[in-house]
């Protein structure tokens, strides 16, 4: 499902929005305030098996960052996230839920260590600068909060890592994954990442300069000819199938990161403070009443989720699927939806009533999808 | 210029949108992570002549309320703008600017004052409720903060008074400018408010309920039948002619209100304590650098300005246009900048650099335009 966007600066541009409309792009989403390439190839199901087998360039500017810096960085962030950053090392990144008073989720960013006193917040889709600030502000926190001048630049596959020795060298194999290191480009040294929103695999790059960023395109696109690259974007079946989350869509304000299946990422046993805490304490006392599932069902290759589809079991609503798409690989739908918890086991039977008005037999899937 | 929009829950659906689309919907934006209409008319021409002459219905569910509650309210909302509202009654609308510690634009919302310890802000494109709990957290104010099932319905144009006669009743009319009062509909009390994004006049309708959206457009449909109503959106031509600002367009938070031509509404003198104080009284005793300004240029209809636009003078930038169109009217093209302190006097020529490539030749002009 699309329509027409209507461009205006409010929606910012990249630093490679001029190279995504040199290779077509055929639309775009909107993530803070800026344009996210969303397909390039013919099909979305074209696009899944080429980022499997071979590497893609993703302008990923979207993905902002909240630069935190000074004597109170590291007390904001620990105060801003259940999940216990104080064993973090420089180089580290971390995947940090944010939550509010409520253990509601504000944002699920990555978090970068920069130095001690010196960190960035790679955002999902919602103005965490403002929350960072109003917190600070309100407690008179001594920190420096700003968006920098980085637009990610993301290269993922299998092929990543061949492409990217041949532009920044052997050394860039040295990474591990979550952890980031700072290569030479043009006289410049940038922040390179062992990560992306696929499970194929890859590395982004923090790039601090956007007058760089068609030279560094360009780069990038010479060193993977070989490795037959094309322009691609986060790809709709594989983030399903990899059980990927994303903000505003498969939880919002409304959930708590238990909810989420972050638990892992909740140090709830007091020996952190953070915002929330108590309430998730009570989450997890009082146990939660639904948690995000995969769903698999049957039928033709379901249209596209614009909008929530209600998924039932008995004649009664247990969920929505809030993201869904077909797999070519399973052969059969694939989508994620909070589910009751009384209906939440692997197995179970559910309906789900797509937009097409069709009602598909399916049932609860572990995520990631197998 | 447009491209496509990737549906996705995460980009809201609003009360209205199953309506929008049924009257043939040609483009949307993305505001506050909700759908805007952007174009319903053959033109944006035609939409221009019909606004000026009838009455429209908009869909503005994207001005979010940030409602803000408790015996704090009031401190809080007086911390977060320059603006003095210690004068406001209950029953009043004031556009009110929020600043950052550096005076830089957070918001430019309309505040809407329901009870003493009771406020709803009407915003522009960004996450004040982040901001506002950030703050309110913080400093521990007492205060309650959310986002309430508020989608405003605006009715505009001329003939939006004897439309809204026909809908709510004669008393209608006693709703002074920049005022709201309560109206019945379907059993329910809502908010109606004489405002709206344009210069036509008109009404908002804020329905706190969104089950009543279908039936609320429905009502105001039926109502404007007898005056040529058709659906509309805020119009590009109209807004900039009438001096109308777009937060993210022609401002954002690396812009002061001083520079956006708000200083009516900044309460610099020491009566007043809010964030940003020190830094917008050092701005105002420095001078500013630039200021907004209108621009009136040659050559055949300009295309749409997706990205900024140069304005040069003696071979220098002096400005960006950030938003232009096409006025029928005043058959000139129409645009709105910031433009340079040395250069910004009403009838300086200037040089426009439109992205057809086209040098126009122009000159300044005060907002509005007449």
Redesign the interface.
Known sequence: ???????????R?TPYTDKVEEHG??????VN?MLLP??FQPSVEEDYWHLREHVQIWDVSTQRQVEIRGTDAARLIQWMTPRDISWAEVGDCLYVPLV??RGGM?NDPVLLKLADDHFWLSIA????L????????????DVLIDEPDVSPLAVQGPKAVNLMVNLFGDTIRTIGFFKFAWFEFHGTQQLIARSGYSKQGGFEIYLNDSALGPALWDAVWKAGEEFNITPGCPNLIERIEGGLL????EFTRQNNPLECGLEKYCQLDGTITC?GLEALQKIQKNGITQQIRGVLFDGAPCP?????WLVTAEGKQIGQI??AAYSPRLKRNVGQSMIARDYWSVGQKVTVHSSDGIERNGEISALPFN
């Not at 792009?25 to 909107?30: A, E, H, M």
Request: one cysteine or more; a positive charge; charged letters at 20%.
């Open positions: 499902m699309s329509s027409g966007l209507n461009m205006s600066r409010r929606i541009r792009v055929r639309g775009f989403s909107v305030h969303k397909a509010d008073e504000i889709d919602s103005d965490v403002l929350w960072a600030k109003g917190l600070a502000i309100g407690s008179g926190m994303s903000y505003g869509n915002i596209a989720c614009g909008k929530p809030t993201s």
